[in-house]
């Protein structure tokens, strides 16, 4: 197990490297890192020619990889040619209230999957099951986008008629540098959990009920329920163990994707998260801010792959890595 | 039945042409055998795959309604001349904000400088469908290719196409849609297509790899080889249609996924550009005008009613085309 371990960790490098090179080369090419200032006024034509040198610009795209790759690792991420200010601190602040907001949704999404999945598979065909399982279809079908901004002018338009306010609808605290846990916070950050929160449901309540009714029709269950064990204890202690199996996986694929779909929640909500600076930064043109945000997704990605692998071979001993 | 000629060219493995087989035999087995058991009053048919295929997707009710409203929706989108009461871009000041009414056919409301958001999404249904298509074919075909020549020739090819699709999949593809569109693609649908096809390809790639594999060891593959047919003729000709049934599975719900993402890339900004009307950008509408729901409500639902009708068609035709692959049912 550690060999194998040992080797996907490897394994996961040159896949980084392979797409951050990628990225690379595309955002170069396809964007000039030094265009805003070019047409920033007070900005000289030597600053930019000394900047253009600092920054290797002159040299073709794979050397320059080569230098923004040490620029990474010794000058945490550099520096943004745009505003001129290092990208590490806003890089650690945004990702920090990204990833409060993504893992509180797909924590809430799991376990509500989890338990809609069991009790739908339980009671095939019922009304609780007929009643998620269009809910399902709804969530598949819904722009994320639009879930958001539905949210967001129905909360909007309670404050504006009654002045109650229930959640905030942009934004991350009231007072600027409000604490990580407290009241205001989570009024702040519902809404965003909420929507990233239904569409991740929608995909787990699916996936943990077809897992059930796949592990329901196995022979073994047959067997704990013929030896006459009480209907819970076989639910309980021999389908849902086995069921949770898959889930973990999809779950693990699915933080990593959504993690990127933040992007447009976070844009709507304004919420100071990772997609919101990358938005930003992407407007602005910062070719260096987004190729960070692009290394630190990826990496994500890479990580929660990763974690799916060694959970699926760690939960499922009929799975073998020599 | 054209594969009478060609006996090596049914194959018994799912998911198309397996029961070909048996209609090609009853159809050789004679005019004779026929003739004289409508003689008899019994009445013998010979059905394809395809047929079988045909009736089981007429029997799902839930994919054939959602069809009908397809058909309905995108006819609106493909006939938007006709059928809508005005130009997308018709500007009337007069009549700036309007909630919806039927007065003047306003059945959508009008938007900040009066322009008819009925005739507005019926534009941006025809764009979505433009996009939607266009990115299941293009992305379709590379999916075949890649996964056509991936598992035919196994080997190193096989493996440096397969990591590359790996490579594919663990790209930001959201944010890296978002780069190109910002940086190459403003504006024209088709560019933004092409873009959207270069992340579409994967799952197909890989699906159409894996019955490459198992089926260039059928006998019947081995019986074309030495008949002389080379490795073109035994992909496309013998191999490829064992496919056709995931491939227009995929391809369907491919349109749905297509929809969505280039709505969310107009919504933000970076897909579509106005004035072309996408329904995207129309929510984005809403947006500004946070008090005019209609400006928000009737695009959102129509991009839900699209891609949901899509997905159950999309679910039927797996039902029908693809038994094996058949998922516990809803």
Redesign the interface.
């Known amino acids: 197990m550690l060999a194998y371990i040992t080797r996907r960790v490897l394994y996961s490098i040159p896949?980084l490297v392979?797409?951050t090179f990628?990225?690379f080369v595309?955002?170069s090419y396809?964007?000039d890192p030094l265009a805003q200032l070019r047409i920033t006024p007070h900005i000289s034509q030597q600053t930019i020619q000394n900047l253009t040198h600092q920054y290797h610009l002159d040299q073709p795209v794979p050397v320059r990889y080569w230098y923004w790759v040490q620029d990474v690792f010794e000058h945490k991420l550099g520096k943004s040619l745009v505003t001129l200010q290092p990208i590490w601190p806003d890089i650690t602040r945004t990702l920090g209230h990204t990833l409060q907001v993504v893992l509180t949704a797909e924590l809430l999404a799991l376990v509500l999957g989890v338990i809609v999945g069991i009790y739908s598979a339980v009671r095939q065909y019922s009304f609780f099951d007929y009643f998620f399982?269009s809910f399902s279809?709804?969530g598949?079908?819904?722009?994320?986008?639009?879930l958001a901004?539905?949210l967001?002018?129905a909360f909007?338009?309670i404050y504006l008629r009654w002045h109650v306010r229930i959640f905030y609808t942009s934004g991350l605290n009231s007072t600027a540098g409000g604490s990580a846990w407290s009241l205001d916070r989570l009024q702040h950050i519902a809404l965003p959990v909420v929507t990233l929160c239904v569409i991740s449901f929608a995909l787990y309540s699916r996936f943990m009920?077809?897992s059930m009714?796949?592990v329901l029709n196995t022979d073994y269950v047959r067997t704990a329920r013929a030896k006459g064990l009480p209907e819970w204890r076989v639910i309980m202690g021999h389908v849902f163990r086995n069921a949770l199996i898959p889930i973990t996986t999809v779950a693990a694929l699915n933080i990593g994707a959504v993690f990127?779909?933040a992007?447009?929640t976070e844009?709507?909500f304004t919420l100071d998260g990772i997609g919101f600076y990358?938005?930003n930064r992407?407007?602005a043109?910062d070719v260096y801010a987004?190729m960070a945000?692009?290394l630190v997704?990826?990496v994500m990605?890479?990580l929660f792959?990763l974690i799916a692998d060694i959970l699926y071979g760690f939960l499922d001993p009929r799975i073998r890595y020599d | 039945m054209t594969e009478v000629g060609q006996p090596h060219e049914a194959s018994p493995v799912p998911p198309l042409t397996g029961a070909t087989v048996g209609a090609a035999a009853l159809g050789t087995a004679g005019g004779s055998a026929i003739d004289s058991t409508v003689e008899a009053g019994l009445e013998l048919k010979v059905r394809s795959q395809w047929s079988y295929a045909r009736s089981r997707f007429l029997r799902h009710r839930l994919a054939m309604a959602s069809l009908i409203a397809l058909i309905v929706i995108f006819g609106c989108g493909i006939f938007a001349n006709y059928i809508a009461p005005y130009s997308y871009s018709t500007i009337d000041l007069t009549n700036i904000l309007h909630p919806p009414t039927t007065i003047a056919h306003h059945y959508f409301g009008t938007d900040e400088i009066g322009r008819d958001y009925f005739s507005r999404v019926i534009y941006g249904i025809r764009t979505s469908l433009e996009v939607g298509v266009f990115v299941a074919f293009l992305s379709s075909i590379m999916g075949l290719i890649i996964g056509a020549v991936a598992g035919y020739y196994r080997g190193w090819l096989d493996n440096l196409l397969m990591r590359f699709t790996d490579l594919v999949l663990t790209l930001p593809a959201l944010a890296i849609l978002l780069v190109a569109s910002a940086l190459l693609g403003q504006g024209s649908q088709w560019r933004v297509s092409i873009i959207l096809a270069f992340f579409f390809w994967t799952q197909l790639a890989r699906i159409v790899r894996g019955i490459f594999l198992s089926l260039r060891e059928k006998e019947y593959v081995e019986a074309a080889k030495a008949a002389g047919s080379g490795d073109l003729r035994i992909m496309f000709r013998h191999i490829l249609p064992n496919t056709l049934g995931p491939v227009i599975v995929n391809g369907t719900l491919a349109v749905a996924t297509a929809i969505l993402t280039e709505a969310a890339l107009s919504f933000l900004g970076f897909g579509i550009r106005p004035p072309t009307p996408s329904l995207g950008v129309l929510v984005a509408g809403g947006e500004a005008n946070p008090q005019q729901w209609w400006l928000t409500i009737f695009p959102g639902l129509t991009i839900v009613l699209i891609v949901l009708c899509i997905n159950f068609v999309g679910d039927g035709l797996r039902d029908a085309l693809d038994p094996t692959q058949r998922r516990v049912r809803a």
């Open positions: 896949v392979l797409s990628l990225s595309f955002v396809a964007g399982t279809f709804l598949y079908a819904m722009p994320v986008f639009w901004l539905l967001q002018i909007t338009d009920r077809a009714l796949d990127g779909g992007i447009i844009t709507i990358f938005f992407l407007s043109l987004v945000y692009l997704t990826s990605i890479v792959n």
